[in-house]
């Protein structure tokens, strides 16, 4: 668990392994009012594009100026599915 004040600046959620070459890619952060934090990243067994592995996610929790940070498991649907749909009043075609 990381735990981080708002006001203290950077911190890092996705650490680099300099020895197996384990590297993340692409981060995002979504904000949920009014206490939920999402942190996405791609991992990747090598800085190279085709290597990626999974995407993985750290959940947060704002209490305050104070953010706790956990790792999270993400699962594969089955069958494979899209997660993301269009609007029903967005066509398609």
């Given at each position: 668990?990381?735990?981080?004040?708002?006001?203290s600046g950077?911190?890092?959620l996705f650490h680099q392994d300099r020895q197996s070459g384990v590297t993340y890619r692409i981060p995002a952060?979504?904000?949920i009012p009014p206490e939920?934090?999402?942190a996405f990243a791609e991992k990747r067994s090598s800085a190279r594009d085709e290597?990626?592995?999974?995407?993985v996610l750290r959940r947060g929790r704002k209490t305050g100026t104070l953010v706790e940070v956990i790792p999270c498991a993400l699962f594969p649907c089955r069958p494979p599915s899209l997660a993301a749909r269009s609007p029903p009043e967005v066509s398609q075609h």
């Open positions: 668990m990381i735990k981080a004040s708002m006001s950077k911190v890092t952060l979504l904000y939920t934090l999402l290597d990626a592995e999974y995407l």
